[in-house]
């Protein structure tokens, strides 16, 4: 969740809504409810390609951070 706020208003990090879209979603698939707020504020500023970047980055993320 963290992670994600730092992309989502660019502290220490360049600002990157996809990054922060795709950290905020992983947050909420591991049960971080606080994630859901932020989602739903970020959709108000995500564009359209934006947002299909970011459903790569989490798909990517998910994959790679599954247990093997």
Known sequence: FM???MYYKGQGVRQ???EA???FTLALDKGY?????????????????QMEDAKRRYQN???RLKPR
């Open 61 to 63: 993320y998910k994959q």
């Open 21 to 23: 879209w795709a950290w």
């Open 33 to 49: 409810k606080l994630a859901s707020d932020s989602l739903h504020e970020l959709s108000n500023k995500i564009s359209r390609q």
């Open 16 to 18: 990157d809504y996809a």
């Open 3 to 5: 992670v994600a706020e």
